[in-house]
């Protein structure tokens, strides 16, 4: 049995807001079950989304493609669209949930294999590309999937689609949630659902929000970049959960059971019953205390001379080349050549498997042994990975020459996401040391450029 996947709920407004208050939905849906089916002594069976036939164990790691669409109501002529598209990653060891949102405006070929003809177009267009030639909403998933596959090498075990016509009733059930604005903005440019524009503001500070204004919160475009929307959206996501999590609302059968009937209504995915039973208990993503760690595509390194911050991987190409449209590419891609995903595959990988990169904040400096100019060069491309540096040595000369690349590291276990993470860029030797060779900013860890890097340059990859 599974969750009723045919009916899209219409919805009033354009809706561009989803992400991982699904996972919760889902999880509550497993909750309800429990509660509303006497298991007796039988056990359930999880599907193989998190039950692995080949080790006869649950799964560690979940993967999660989870799409919001606009709905068929309110003025939108493109109800399909998936603005919103965030993978999830579920890591139960280590309880994590890592987030990825994919830029929606990321121009991509709609074919997922050399031999199909299918066109170009936004990636947040596949979906309905699809769905339109092959009348089934399911496939149209999977062929997202994979092309979510081939941008960021990730594979997943669940989709999940959601008309998000129920968003704000679902705040409103669970009593408004807190957000803490970062920075005040106003957006004169706000679509009034009525084909027009009305303005919102928002004022910086903790603060507590309906369902009408967390949608506008999430869902405002104009004010600032589209990088900042996608984190607004995750902030929105996290405060649901924890608002779910409350015993204001675990502790109300009513409410379990209201909120689940608003997410069966709009959600439309291939997560059986017994999944979500999984997910609720098994990985305990209701009870455990798990970290969020939320990333996202931006064009923050494109520019030679830019400060790089984490996710700088996208550039915003010339229009004319597409016919005047907005459109960000993956660097090293171009017009003629548009799946170049080698850069997006690693910074995914990095940002879903070694998600405590950011938490460990192990301080990197980089000394130059090989009398060679150019290590600068690393700075920035490490920083679109996460990796963090020292404030006065990022960057600096060795007091010799040394024949032999090498990272030592001091104070930071080897078996830590950030040494595990450099070794996926670093095919030399890793020492411990007990503290910092040459840095004297007490560098976690320092990088050593020698000699060989010289003749061979393949031995940082970054």
């Known amino acids: 049995m599974s969750f009723k996947m045919k009916k899209i709920k219409k919805t009033n407004t354009l809706l561009n807001l989803i992400g991982l208050i699904i996972i919760f939905s889902l999880a509550f849906l497993g909750v309800y079950a429990v509660q509303s089916i006497n298991l ?40 399909n669209l998936t603005d919103t598209i965030i993978l999830a990653k579920i890591n139960k060891d280590k309880k994590n949930v890592s987030l990825l949102s994919i830029q929606r405006d990321l121009y991509v070929n709609y074919a997922t294999n050399p031999n199909e003809k299918e066109g170009t177009g936004k990636i947040n267009s596949v979906y309905p590309h699809y769905l339109g030639r092959l009348k089934d909403e399911t496939q149209a998933m999977h062929k997202l999937a994979e092309k979510i596959k081939d941008i960021t090498g990730e594979e997943t075990d669940y989709f999940v689609n959601v008309d998000f016509a129920g968003f704000k009733k679902i705040i409103d059930t669970l009593g408004g949630v807190e957000i803490d604005v970062k920075e005040s903005f106003v957006d004169r440019t706000y679509p009034d659902g009525n084909w027009g524009y009305k303005t919102i503001s928002f004022k910086k500070g903790l603060q507590t929000m309906d369902g009408e204004k967390a949608l506008e919160y999430s869902r405002s475009r104009h004010s600032t970049s589209d990088f900042d929307r996608s984190l607004r959206q995750q902030q929105v996501i996290q405060a649901v959960k924890n608002k779910i999590m409350s015993s204001y609302t675990i502790n109300s059968p009513a409410k379990v059971t209201e909120l689940y009937n608003i997410f069966k209504e709009n959600i439309f995915t291939d997560v059986s019953i017994n999944d979500a039973i ?27 001379t830019a400060d790089c911050e984490k996710g700088g991987i996208i550039h915003v190409p010339n229009r004319e080349l597409f016919g005047g449209a907005w459109v ?83 104070g930071i276990d080897a078996e830590s ?35 060989d890097y010289v003749k061979d340059n393949s031995i940082f990859n970054f």
């Open 40 to 79: 007796g002594n039988n056990k359930y069976k999880a599907g193989k989304g998190v039950y692995s036939e080949e080790t006869k164990e649950y799964k560690k790691e979940i993967g999660i493609l989870i799409v919001g669409r606009g709905g068929f109501t309110g003025g939108n002529d493109a109800p």
């Open 278 to 304: 999984t997910l609720a208990l098994d990985l305990g993503l209701l009870k455990e205390n798990y970290k969020f760690i939320s990333s996202n595509f931006n064009d923050t390194c494109w520019s030679p």
């Open 328 to 410: 960000s590419l993956v660097n090293g891609s171009t017009v003629n050549s548009l799946s170049k995903y080698d850069l997006s595959r690693k910074y995914s990988d990095i940002v879903l498997n070694y998600p405590r990169l950011e938490e460990e904040d192990a301080k990197i400096s980089i000394f130059n042994a090989s009398k060679v100019t150019g290590a600068g060069v690393f700075v920035n491309n490490m920083k679109r990975y996460g990796f963090k540096f020292t404030e006065k040595e990022a960057v600096a000369n060795a007091p010799e020459t040394m024949e032999e690349s090498i990272i030592y590291y001091n």
């Open 417 to 451: 996401d950030t040494i595990q993470a450099l070794k996926k860029f670093f095919k030399g030797k890793f020492e411990r040391v007990p503290e910092p060779k040459f840095s004297t900013q007490k560098a976690k860890i320092e990088i050593v450029i020698g000699k």
